[in-house]
């Protein structure tokens, strides 16, 4: 297979990568080694492991994103400072890679005030920009934590982090909510959480405890409590960003379940929202970030 380069999504708990001819994607591979994972000087071998069956002898560019580019990752890639395109500059080059690639990293994003940085979802908002010309709006990119992100004359501006999806595993799984949220799902239930919290955000602590009570004293199914407990948080995120999606253009950038979750909040709110998909945006940016790549080789 001729392999012309090979696009890399590196984040804490997984490892993805893509064999690619110029735009076109060949073939795909992913593996469990994501950062939490890969001790200090293990990154190249298990980029290796994953990778190897894609390399000749001639060097092949490897451009990732995500928290490969952290202190603790491969090479520290420095924030960029917003406000700032997502992928302003050149990725950060490895030194001393096997010589049958050349690694490069891309930076991430931080604001000064408030505090906040995103490692990432900057290719994700280039791939998606890259498509939309002049796109002025605010992106959400939900996931572990979930990102708003205000975007102007093609730059991010500002962003915020929410850590709801993080919350969420946390009190399934290790709070007393344990023992009443599983599996399963109630979309009248969601609709009705996020509603109550947007009204009444100072409930949300007493509401939580209250899936528990409900279980208890009613029987209430663990699928309309995980709904409500994805509703009760999300509806809190949604109180906090008001002034960033009240009467903006909308776009939510992530995997289709979790999107479609925080495209329903919204539209419940009266908001228009489009969506994209996370895996697509990804590869987009990081065709930016060889092009850069390329045009200083």
């Known amino acids: 297979m001729n392999t012309e380069w090979i696009a890399v999504d590196w984040g804490t708990s997984h490892l993805r990568a893509w064999a690619m001819q110029g735009d076109s994607v060949r073939d795909q591979a992913q593996s469990e080694n994501g950062m939490n994972r890969v001790a200090g000087g293990s990154f190249q071998a298990a980029l290796l492991e994953l990778i190897e069956g894609w390399l000749g002898k001639a060097p092949v560019d490897v451009v990732a994103c995500g928290m490969v580019g952290a202190r ?6 420095p924030y960029n ?6 992928v302003p500059h050149m990725p950060v080059r490895v030194s001393n890679t096997d010589p049958r690639i050349r690694a490069f990293v891309v930076p991430g994003l931080k604001q000064a005030h408030p505090p906040d940085v995103m490692r990432g979802e900057e290719t994700q908002i280039a791939g998606f920009l890259a498509s939309r ?4 709006g605010v992106i959400c990119l ?3 934590h979930t990102k708003w992100v205000q975007i102007s004359a093609n730059e991010v501006i ?3 982090t929410f850590m709801t999806g993080e919350m969420f595993d ?5 709070s007393v909510l344990k023992h ?4 399963g799902w109630d979309d009248t239930a969601f609709a009705d959480a996020v509603a109550d919290t947007l009204s009444k955000p100072e409930q949300m602590a007493a509401r939580l405890f209250g899936l528990r009570a409900s279980d208890l004293l009613h029987g209430q199914g663990s699928g309309v409590s995980r709904a409500c407990l994805s509703g009760y948080l999300i509806g809190a995120e949604l109180a906090a960003t008001r002034p960033y999606w009240l009467g903006q253009q909308l776009a939510i950038i992530g995997a289709s379940g979790l999107a479609d979750i925080y495209a329903s909040a919204l539209q419940q709110q009266g908001a228009f929202v489009e969506t994209a998909d996370a895996t697509q945006t990804t590869l987009a940016g990081l065709r930016q970030a060889h092009n850069l790549t390329r045009q200083h080789a």
């Open 142 to 144: 939900p996931g572990t």
């Open 133 to 136: 010309p002049n796109w002025d």
């Open 72 to 77: 603790q990752g491969w090479v520290e890639a």
């Open 81 to 86: 400072a917003v406000p700032s395109s997502p």
């Open 158 to 160: 500002s962003f915020r």
């Open 170 to 174: 946390l009190l399934q799984g290790q």
């Open 180 to 183: 009443s949220v599983a599996e």
